[in-house]
């Protein structure tokens, strides 16, 4: 589901609210998401899961198709770690592949 999928169910589910109301609430979710991991804090959706931010040190790889040693610099990666209650949703039923 693409954030403009997820605008449209919402105000299908919605009818009392405009699409153009529901965007502008969607946009700010996300908008704070971004702005707490940017500024270094946690964001925790009770059940859902929680993001953060981790540090990679910088390393020394491989260009895969010279072979060259390319020096990578330290960077800052956003990660999610999902809830239980997400986990057990996704996995009622499972019987694997």
């Known amino acids: 589901m693409i954030k403009s999928e997820l605008i449209a169910k919402l ?21 704070s998401i971004s702005e707490a991991l940017a500024g270094g804090d946690r964001v925790e959706l009770r059940g859902f899961g929680a993001f953060s931010v981790k540090h990679r040190d910088g390393r020394v790889g491989r260009n895969p198709r010279t072979g060259e040693s390319v020096e990578v610099p330290e ?13 057990e949703r996704l996995n009622e039923g499972y019987t694997g592949s």
Do not use: C, M, W
């Open 75 to 87: 960077k800052a990666v956003p990660f999610f770690k999902t809830g239980k209650e997400l986990r």
């Open 11 to 31: 105000a299908e589910e919605n009818p009392h609210l405009y699409q153009r109301d529901v965007e502008r609430v969607v946009s700010t979710i996300f908008d």
